[in-house]
């Protein structure tokens, strides 16, 4: 590839400048605010008004559904465009995201709709969730198979006159606990006889139609996190019309490949914003912290880490950048092997550095007086999410053979 201009487009750059001030005057000084509101209402699923200010103002910016290419409905950006804003929003990745309407896994479930839903849907279902007025899940992955593998999924969909029935348990269904959460997209299969890639389909189901029930909250390293949690979700016997499939039968994984690419530009991205957050925290804690007589800053160790945190950040933003690039040129299919690599280095990456601003902090690394540590089980975990390392690297490796073996 000899063109690489990895920089924002001129409307790339007024939103990233507009978005740099969004975060500096109002977002990253109203944390404590947010965490307050919840505290106070004694419900972790608590939406604080301070996130409605921040979506409100957000909108008036035109900060708003960044991640949806299209002008109508979005902000009409390039993938590349909007990778630097995601970096951003990295930097406070329980608010940023959500008061600009572009929180997983309502972006993945949006883009879905945006391509595959009916008109019907996307008047019931995609226009809530652009407005930011509702909130969604997404029911793949299940606790008795091993999902990486998804063509493991056992739940399924059949077919009963003018409705479709489903059974099935998920769990890491994220949001899904909320009451804000209304709708979730289900993935299960419709014919076991098909081929392995066309057995599975994706419908919608109503979060309050009879069958579904949550059943627990998972904790993460021992929390429970805010935004509905990540829940397992029993479906007994629930019906849906039949005009809440997604496409057509044995559609599911083409659906989710095209619902993946976008999605993991964005986590990585962010991933990105939250090391170099964390990277900002390490330089100004080791300026400020003396053992042994001198600052923690003029330590060797500290400036080997620092060192190895600031090229490892950049290599991972430069790969990441160009995968976008990529998609934005030749497609998502044409920059596969980029939307692996990437998968597989920016969550190590993060998680990396994190857990080097953590030591550098010493005890308070470890409590909620930073957001360090947070975010260190947020970058651990996206090492899963979206695919374990090793999928990624077994496809990265498989394509690269595949040139040698022809």
Same mark, same amino acid.
């Given at each position: 590839?000899?063109?690489?201009? *990895?920089?924002?487009?001129?409307?790339? $750059? /007024?939103?990233?400048?507009? &978005?740099?001030? =969004? #975060?500096?005057?109002? +977002?990253?000084?109203?944390?404590?605010?947010?965490?307050?509101?919840?505290?106070?209402?004694?419900?972790?699923?608590?939406?604080?008004?301070?996130?409605?200010?921040?979506?409100?103002?957000?909108?008036?910016?035109?900060?708003?559904?960044?991640?949806?290419?299209?002008?109508?409905?979005?902000?009409?950006?390039?993938?590349?465009?909007?990778?630097?804003?995601?970096?951003?929003?990295?930097?406070?990745?329980?608010?940023?995201?959500?008061?600009?309407?572009?929180?997983?896994?309502?972006?993945?479930?949006?883009?879905? *709709?945006?391509?595959?839903?009916?008109? $019907? /849907?996307?008047?019931?279902? &995609?226009?809530? =969730? #652009?407005?930011?007025? +509702?909130?969604?899940?997404?029911?793949?992955?299940?606790?008795?198979?091993?999902?990486?593998?998804?063509?493991?999924?056992?739940?399924?969909?059949?077919?009963?006159?003018?409705?479709?029935?489903?059974?099935?348990?998920?769990?890491?269904?994220?949001?899904?606990?909320?009451?804000?959460?209304?709708?979730?997209?289900?993935?299960?299969?419709?014919?076991?006889?098909?081929?392995?890639?066309?057995?599975?389909?994706?419908?919608?189901?109503?979060?309050?139609?009879?069958?579904?029930?949550?059943?627990?909250?998972?904790?993460?390293?021992?929390?429970?996190?805010?935004?509905?949690?990540?829940?397992?979700?029993?479906?007994?016997?629930?019906?849906?019309?039949?005009?809440?499939?997604?496409?057509?039968?044995?559609?599911?994984?083409?659906?989710?490949?095209?619902?993946?690419?976008?999605?993991?530009?964005?986590?990585?991205?962010?991933?990105?914003?939250?090391?170099?957050?964390?990277?900002?925290?390490?330089?100004?804690?080791?300026?400020?912290?003396?053992?042994?007589?001198?600052?923690?800053?003029?330590?060797?160790?500290?400036?080997?880490?620092?060192?190895?945190?600031?090229?490892?950040?950049?290599?991972?933003?430069?790969?990441?950048?160009?995968?976008?690039?990529?998609?934005?040129?030749?497609?998502?299919?044409?920059?596969?092997?980029?939307?692996?690599?990437?998968?597989?280095?920016?969550?190590?990456?993060?998680?990396?550095?994190?857990?080097?601003?953590?030591?550098?902090?010493?005890?308070?690394?470890?409590?909620?007086?930073?957001?360090?540590?947070?975010?260190?089980?947020?970058?651990?975990?996206?090492?899963?999410?979206?695919?374990?390392?090793?999928?990624?690297?077994?496809?990265?490796?498989?394509?690269?053979?595949?040139?040698?073996?022809?």
């Amino acid at each position: 590839m000899t063109d690489l201009d *990895l920089s924002l487009s001129p409307r790339g $750059a /007024q939103l990233r400048d507009e &978005l740099q001030d =969004l #975060l500096d005057t109002r +977002i990253l000084p109203n944390e404590a605010t947010y965490h307050e509101q919840i505290e106070a209402s004694g419900d972790r699923h608590h939406h604080p008004a301070i996130l409605e200010e921040l979506k409100a103002e957000a909108r008036e910016r035109g900060l708003w559904n960044l991640f949806l290419p299209d002008e109508t409905h979005g902000a009409g950006l390039t993938n590349l465009d909007y990778a630097h804003l995601a970096e951003l929003t990295g930097r406070s990745v329980l608010m940023a995201p959500e008061a600009l309407n572009c929180a997983a896994p309502d972006t993945g479930n949006m883009e879905v *709709l945006h391509m595959f839903g009916t008109p $019907a /849907q996307q008047e019931e279902w &995609l226009t809530p =969730l #652009l407005e930011g007025e +509702i909130r969604s899940a997404f029911f793949m992955t299940e606790p008795d198979v091993a999902s990486s593998d998804a063509r493991n999924i056992g739940s399924r969909i059949e077919r009963d006159g003018d409705e479709y029935v489903i059974n099935g348990r998920k769990w890491w269904s994220s949001g899904a606990a909320s009451p804000r959460c209304k709708v979730g997209i289900f993935m299960g299969i419709t014919d076991p006889d098909e081929s392995p890639y066309r057995q599975q389909s994706q419908i919608l189901v109503p979060m309050d139609t009879p069958g579904v029930r949550v059943v627990r909250e998972l904790p993460v390293y021992g929390r429970y996190d805010g935004h509905g949690g990540h829940p397992e979700v029993e479906f007994v016997d629930v019906r849906v019309p039949a005009g809440n499939l997604i496409g057509n039968e044995g559609d599911g994984f083409a659906i989710a490949q095209a619902r993946l690419g976008p999605g993991r530009i964005h986590h990585c991205m962010r991933l990105i914003g939250m090391a170099e957050r964390a990277f900002d925290l390490m330089c100004e804690r080791a300026l400020t912290r003396e053992p042994f007589g001198r600052p923690i800053a003029d330590q060797g160790v500290f400036q080997h880490w620092l060192a190895q945190a600031r090229v490892r950040i950049e290599q991972a933003r430069l790969l990441t950048l160009k995968a976008a690039r990529l998609m934005d040129t030749v497609g998502n299919k044409g920059a596969r092997m980029e939307i692996s690599a990437i998968k597989i280095v920016a969550p190590s990456m993060a998680e990396w550095v994190l857990d080097k601003a953590i030591q550098t902090h010493g005890g308070g690394g470890f409590s909620d007086d930073f957001v360090l540590a947070q975010m260190w089980a947020h970058a651990r975990t996206l090492r899963m999410a979206d695919g374990p390392d090793e999928v990624h690297e077994m496809a990265l490796a498989r394509r690269e053979l595949k040139r040698y073996r022809e």
